[in-house]
């Protein structure tokens, strides 16, 4: 089963995804976290992506769906993909139904994680997460119970996104409202666009998705 997350920065794209790695094996694909990596090694992509992603702006379509392809190849035994944050555009979409179909794969569910766009800002840039072990934490909704040791392995360091600042945030919002979000009109014909309330507690937003991928037919 291989299945798309959809929602704008701060939806709990990448929270979900983790948790869909964990419960059900299946393998998370972000192309944030593809891109981060290669900002930090340097290569010649990261150095492509980097003054855009700083920006809050997309990087080129072939980019990222290079980044992608590659990954299809790589876990091609997995029982199923998690798309986090890919496709972000039409253009995405349709190269993703390519990279699928010619690998004998389809897209099997679109999940739209729904936020009021007001508390997103709030949300996104008082993101911290823990160095070791990768715990996410928030400035003001979810700090560490000691300051700065964390919760769970009591690691002593933390790091924050460059893009989870407000200006930033803005774009990354303004980029989903007019690139990504249109794209579930593309996927609407074949009737695989489940949406879910991403205000409620989080668990409570993965017993809806488990609901939505256990009833699949
Ligand atoms: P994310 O971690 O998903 O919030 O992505 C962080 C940044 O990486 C975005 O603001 C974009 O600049 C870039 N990015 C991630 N995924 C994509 C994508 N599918 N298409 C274009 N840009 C992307």
Do not use: W
Request: proline content about 4%; charged content about 25%; glycine content about 8%.
């Amino acid at each position: 089963m291989n299945i798309i997350l959809v929602g704008p920065p701060g939806a709990g794209k990448g929270t979900q995804a983790q948790r869909l790695v964990d419960n059900r094996g299946m393998v998370q694909l972000s192309t944030g976290d593809m891109l981060r990596a290669a900002v930090k090694c340097g290569s010649r992509v990261g150095v492509q992506a980097q003054t855009v992603m700083e920006r809050g702006e997309l990087v080129s379509d072939d980019i990222v769906a290079a980044l992608i392809g590659e990954r299809l190849d790589n876990d091609q035994l997995s029982g199923g993909f998690v798309f986090d944050g890919f496709p972000r555009t039409q253009a995405q979409a349709c190269a993703l139904d390519v990279l699928l179909h010619s690998r004998d794969r389809k897209v099997d569910h679109v999940i739209v994680l729904d936020v009021d766009e007001d508390i997103l800002v709030d949300r996104v840039a008082g993101r911290f997460t823990c160095t070791q072990c990768k715990a996410g934490y928030h400035d003001n909704f979810k700090p560490t119970t000691t300051p700065g040791v964390c919760d769970q392995c009591k690691g002593p360091t933390f790091s924050r996104r460059s893009d989870d600042n407000e200006e930033t945030v803005r774009n990354r919002l303004s980029e989903y409202r007019s690139k990504t979000a249109p794209i579930l009109a593309y996927y609407a014909p074949e009737r695989i666009v489940e949406h879910v309330d991403g205000m409620i507690d989080i668990d409570a937003v993965s017993n809806r998705i488990a609901a939505i991928l256990d009833h699949d037919p």
